[in-house]
T-cell receptor, first 116, second 113 residues
Framework: NAGVIQTPRHKVTGKGQEATLWCEPI?????VFWYRQTIVQGLEFLTY????????DSGMPKERFSAQMPNQSHSTLKIQSTQPQDSAVYLC??????????????FGPGTRLTVL | GDSVTQTEGQVALSEEDFLTIHCNYS??????LFWYVQYPGEGPQLLFR?????EKGSSRGFEATYDKGTTSFHLRKASVQESDSAVYYC????????????FGTGTRLQVSP
């Protein structure tokens, strides 16, 4: 079990460029989560999928952020027209999910995004 | 909605000191409560959980007791070590309707030798 895999580990973009972050959840896990982490805001929920379907994107900035889960083995978080305030560590987590088997989330190491 | 409050943003201790990090929650019914720990350069990892009133969770010398009366799940350790330096998150989850977990703001623990 390799755990949750996130690539790249570090990404540097110029202001206005696009950034795509990748997450490979643990095989067999049905729920995938994205979080943003900064010193100031701490751990912020962005969005999550269950069985590849988007369930809750209440934390996503609507205009430039989008997330997809095209198959059970990976999810992407795309940020268009990146801004310096998007600089953060983006964490992906997966969970076994299912009624009564909830809530332990297994986190990847994160992608550190720096927008210059 | 559900929420978790951690009152200490940072805690600085010396080795062998006693640790308490306070966590209070607001939720109906019996959510499951968690403590996660995050070491530098890593994602948070589960320390332990508790699902019922008076249940004690524990791991690696850390412990917390689910108290529905005071809506608390305070983290304690009798004697901290420098290797315990990390960020600690209290969190709340439910089994019905959502897989989502609500995290507290985190407490950064720095232990000096």
């Amino acid at each position: 079990n390799a755990g949750v895999i996130q690539t790249p580990r570090h990404k540097v973009t110029g202001k206005g460029q696009e950034a795509t972050l990748w997450c490979e959840p643990i095989s067999g896990h049905s729920a995938v989560f994205w979080y943003r982490q900064t010193i100031v805001q701490g751990l912020e929920f962005l969005t999550y999928f269950r069985n590849q379907a988007p369930i809750d994107d209440s934390g996503m900035p609507k205009e430039r952020f989008s997330a997809q889960m095209p198959n059970q083995s990976h999810s992407t978080l795309k940020i268009q027209s990146t801004q310096p305030q998007d600089s953060a560590v983006y964490l992906c987590a997966s969970s076994p999910g299912g009624e009564g088997n909830y809530a332990e989330q297994f986190f990847g190491p994160g992608t550190r995004l720096t927008v210059l | 909605g559900d929420s978790v409050t951690q009152t200490e943003g940072q805690v600085a201790l010396s080795e062998e000191d006693f640790l308490t990090i306070h966590c209070n929650y607001s939720a109906s019914g019996y959510p499951t409560l968690f403590w996660y720990v995050q070491y530098p350069g890593e994602g948070p990892q589960l320390l332990f959980r508790a699902s019922r009133d008076k249940e004690k969770g524990s791991s690696r010398g850390f412990e917390a007791t689910y108290d529905k009366g005071t809506t608390s799940f305070h983290l304690r350790k009798a004697s901290v070590q420098e290797s315990d330096s990390a960020v600690y998150y209290c969190a709340l989850g439910r089994s019905s309707n959502t897989d989502k977990v609500v995290f507290g703001t985190g407490t950064r623990l720095q232990v000096s030798p």
